[in-house]
Nanobody, 127 residues
């Protein structure tokens, strides 16, 4: 089992920055990749950024050049630095990890299956 706890959400004006963090704990060491997803009201949950155990990262086209995902394996933390924020970035952001059993909550993105989820943190960007 893996537990994920996000922090760092908040409200910011367009053009501003926020940094999200995710603390990971638990005993499942097969989480070879982690990522960030977001879900706006009335919309499907979508992938934002993912990072593999070797540090290679992938991004949704909508956030490329503005968001940066990073992980600190020693501290078991994942972060998402969000710059040049836009009103359309407003959503609940979720930390996610692979490994573990597939369930109805699992989501596939970029060839990876994410089975573990945090509780989410709200990001609101005003124009």
């Amino acid at each position: 089992q893996v537990q994920l706890v996000e922090s760092g959400g908040g409200s910011v004006q367009a053009g501003g920055s926020l940094r999200l963090s995710c603390a990971r704990s638990g005993s499942d060491y097969s989480t070879y990749y982690m990522g960030w997803f977001r879900q706006a009201p009335g919309k499907e949950r979508e992938g934002v950024a993912a990072i593999d155990s070797d540090g290679s990262s992938s991004y949704a086209d909508s956030v490329k050049g503005r968001f940066t995902i990073a992980q600190d394996n020693a501290k078991n933390t994942l972060s998402l630095q969000m710059n040049s924020l836009r009103p359309e970035d407003t959503a609940t952001y979720y930390c996610a990890a692979g490994g573990g059993p597939v369930s109805p909550k699992s989501k596939r993105w970029l060839g990876r299956i994410f089975n573990y989820w945090g509780q989410g943190t709200q990001v609101t960007v005003s124009s």
